[in-house]
């Protein structure tokens, strides 16, 4: 039977603690026992069931543990208080000093400075390589490399891991891949290519809402419990939990996500088809045009579609500023960060999320000032919305009026 991560959720099941539908939410950080005995063993890890203390475990986190592993097809899961919160915490612990990393140069602005900036600290290091060259990630393997790691739809430029390839490179030299999948819930599961370990921002698409950050990390059951042990993992000690309340929100919107991917991507596609036909510099993996295009499309579950980023050039800062402010003004989405919303939402990568990369690498990499990311809304009539863009495009002079267009 193919694989199918929404009809795995869907066939999740949990109730309340007084028949209720939706489970309860665990409102404690501390949990009582009857005998000193089972509470040493809980400590230990060693009385399935039981709770001790809410940075560990608790009911209402393991519940969305449950539903992230079924959806990424892995033996367990833990949740995070951020995506950077399972980000870290799984490379630190990977990675010790004297470790190194082959990482895609393409990454979440946040995760690059962590590997650049931060890890060095500890004697981590980080060799970034254009990932769609898979020659080239092998070429910067050492024998101290002990992590290969990638977004399968790269953030912001949109480039594609060649996942089940990356996954060949790293048994062969015996390494972990670690997957950033957040762009691409639903649509691509990385596990079952190959890869070991699989992440998610929780704040963008699975949330959907934009009114709270979360992550998770999805994985074998011995490397979670290496993560969460209490002598030497790292989410234990470093303690980026993620609090009750905010978990039990999280799994409800996770019920929607299904129909909400297939509303991005049919919206988004929509308008990258329109946009590159009018002739602006559209960048979307549903696009024939995009370099990846193939291979994503043997990649991903056709149900789920291409997603809902895409990129086009408005040619200068000036322009792309200008554009978004007019888009933002004619209610068309919000100039803000960040993705998954119901809303579009668009930005300037060059100088928000991937400001940390230094000019000469977003250069390098065709990180241009005119770029502008867009996370595409769930918009329900998406021609209105593709004219009403197209005007100001035209009124900012980011297209030029041809006679069909008039
Ligand atoms: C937002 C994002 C992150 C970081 O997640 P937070 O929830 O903001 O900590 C990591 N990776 C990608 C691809 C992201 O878009």
Do not use: W
């Amino acid at each position: 039977m193919e694989f199918n991560p929404a009809d795995n959720i869907q066939d999740l099941q949990y109730f309340g603690e007084f028949g209720g539908v939706n489970p309860s939410i665990s409102d404690s950080s501390t949990y009582t026992f009857l005998s000193a005995k089972t509470m040493f063993d809980t400590f230990e890890g060693n009385a399935e069931g039981c709770y001790l203390y809410s940075r560990h475990s608790s009911p209402s986190n393991l519940y969305l543990d449950k539903a992230m592993a079924a959806m990424e097809g892995t033996e367990t899961a833990n949740v995070s208080a951020s995506g950077m919160g399972a980000i870290t915490p799984t490379l630190l612990q990977l990675c010790g000093s004297g470790d190194h990393i082959v990482s895609s140069r393409t990454i979440y602005g946040g995760t690059y400075a962590f590997l650049k900036n931060f890890t060095p600290r500890f004697g981590i290091k980080t060799s970034f390589v254009d990932i769609t060259k898979l020659d080239l990630v092998e070429a910067a393997i050492t024998p101290e490399t002990k992590v290969l790691y990638c977004e399968t739809v790269s953030n912001p430029l949109l480039e594609v891991a060649d996942i089940a390839g990356l996954a060949k490179i790293a048994k062969k030299h015996n390494l972990k891949l670690v997957v950033d999948n957040t762009f691409s819930p639903l649509s691509v599961a990385p596990a079952k290519m190959g890869a070991d370990v699989v992440i998610h921002s929780l704040t963008k698409y699975i949330n959907g809402s934009s009114d709270t950050v979360g992550g998770v990390t999805c994985a074998s059951r011995e490397f979670i419990d290496a993560l969460k042990n209490v002598n030497s993992g790292a989410s234990m000690l470093l303690g980026p939990t993620m609090d009750s309340l905010r978990s039990a929100s999280v799994m409800k919107n996770l019920r929607t996500l299904h129909i909400r991917m297939k509303q991005h991507s049919y919206n988004a596609l929509f308008l990258a088809e329109r946009f590159e036909k009018d002739g602006l510099k559209t960048v979307y993996p549903g696009l024939k045009s995009h370099p990846s295009h193939e291979l994503y499309k043997n990649m991903i579950n056709p149900e789920y579609g291409f997603g809902g980023m895409m990129t086009i050039d408005a040619g200068s800062a000036d322009k792309a500023n200008e554009l978004m402010e007019l888009m933002q003004q004619k209610n068309l989405g919000y100039l803000a960060v960040s993705l998954g919303f119901y809303k579009t939402l668009f930005s300037a990568p060059g100088s928000s999320t991937s400001s940390e990369i230094p000019m000469d690498e977003q250069i390098e990499m065709g990180l241009t000032e005119g770029l502008i990311r867009f996370s595409i809304g769930l918009d329900n009539d998406i021609e209105r919305t593709y004219q009403m863009m197209k005007k100001c495009m035209v009124e900012t002079g980011v297209l030029k009026m041809s006679a069909e267009m008039v």
